[in-house]
């Protein structure tokens, strides 16, 4: 029987060779922002959230020859294979909001794929309704959920979260997002 809530897939697996090139080998997701690392942020954010979650780890996609993200969403779809839908998240995005990823699985109910716009720009998370799951499971190397998007055009919800655009893909990105944690703490 499915579960009421779709699962939240946090995309753990990538090998961060940019930010790694950048950073004199510093793994992002490992990065510290404030007191806790990048990883920990995102995958905090959809504990607070209240949804199920599944990370996807490298070790997940071992058995693959060069990973690329649609490995990992088709990964993480496979073990969660009977939820009611699921929420794309890369892990460098640790600072989506919580409420964005209920706004997110709310507005699943009613639409087949939702993302998240902020100011105009495409974010995530990316939701998919259960019927995508196929579709989503057949997904392989680095293009993501591409074709699953072009099948079923997804529904713009706009949400107040500039946290569900800013990845930390560089040294200046997780400084940026240093200060917008910073700015956040202050507003509260």
Do not use: N
């Amino acid at each position: 029987m499915p579960q009421a809530l779709p699962t939240v897939i946090i995309l753990a697996a990538g090998r961060s060779t940019r930010f790694r090139a950048a950073s004199g080998g510093l793994d992002k997701l490992q990065a510290h922002l404030g007191t806790l690392s990048v990883r920990e942020h995102t995958i905090a954010a959809v504990q607070a959230s209240g949804l199920p979650v599944h990370v996807v780890e490298a070790a997940h996609t071992a058995h693959i020859a060069l990973p690329g993200m649609g490995d990992s969403i088709a990964t993480g779809v496979r073990a969660c294979a009977q939820a009611a839908g699921w929420l794309i998240l890369p892990a460098d995005l640790p600072l989506v909001q919580p409420a964005t990823l209920r706004a997110v699985a709310q507005a699943l109910a009613s639409h087949t794929v939702v993302h998240a716009v902020y100011q105009g720009q495409r974010g995530h998370p990316v939701g998919f309704a259960a019927t995508c799951g196929p579709a989503l499971m057949a997904l392989s190397g680095d293009q993501g959920a591409r074709a699953v998007l072009q099948t079923y055009p997804p529904h713009a919800l706009p949400v107040d979260d500039a946290g569900c655009i800013h990845d930390v893909d560089t040294p200046e990105a997780l400084e940026a997002a240093r200060r917008l944690l910073a700015r956040r703490v202050q507003a509260s």
